[in-house]
């Protein structure tokens, strides 16, 4: 059993920064790699980044690719993603994602209870 709890959310600017992160606990952290959806109001929850268990392996969507940074710490058990450049389309609630199987939201085990990010224009 995997716990999360996101933290960082809020409302920011359209062209500004916020940092997310997530705190993990129960498994061992480094056993699995991690990663952040979103889910836009009315919309399906949807992929947004991932990094493999050590850290040296990441994916992003590509709306967010050169924007988005997502990194780990395994010493801390937290998962971050650092948002550059946001976008009022970037707004959504945000969820942290334990072993995901693919970029398919039905193929996470594990779900934080997320965090919010409203972009204004």
């Known amino acids: 059993q995997v716990q999360l709890v996101e933290s960082g959310g809020g409302l920011v600017q359209a062209g500004g920064s916020l940092r997310l992160s997530c705190a993990a606990s129960g498994r061992t952290f480094s056993d699995y790699g991690m990663g952040w959806f979103r889910q836009a109001p009315g919309k399906e929850r949807k992929f947004v980044a991932a990094i493999s268990w050590s850290g040296g392996d990441t994916y992003y969507e590509d709306s967010v690719e050169g924007r988005f940074t997502i990194s780990r710490d395994n010493d801390k058990n937290t998962l971050y993603l650092q948002m550059n450049s946001l976008k009022p389309e970037d707004t959504a609630v945000y969820y942290c994602?334990?072993?995901?199987?693919?970029?398919?939201?039905?193929?996470?085990?594990?779900w934080g209870q997320g965090t919010q990010v409203t972009v204004s224009s």
């Open positions: 994602a334990a072993d995901p199987r693919s970029r398919e939201p039905g193929s996470v085990r594990y």
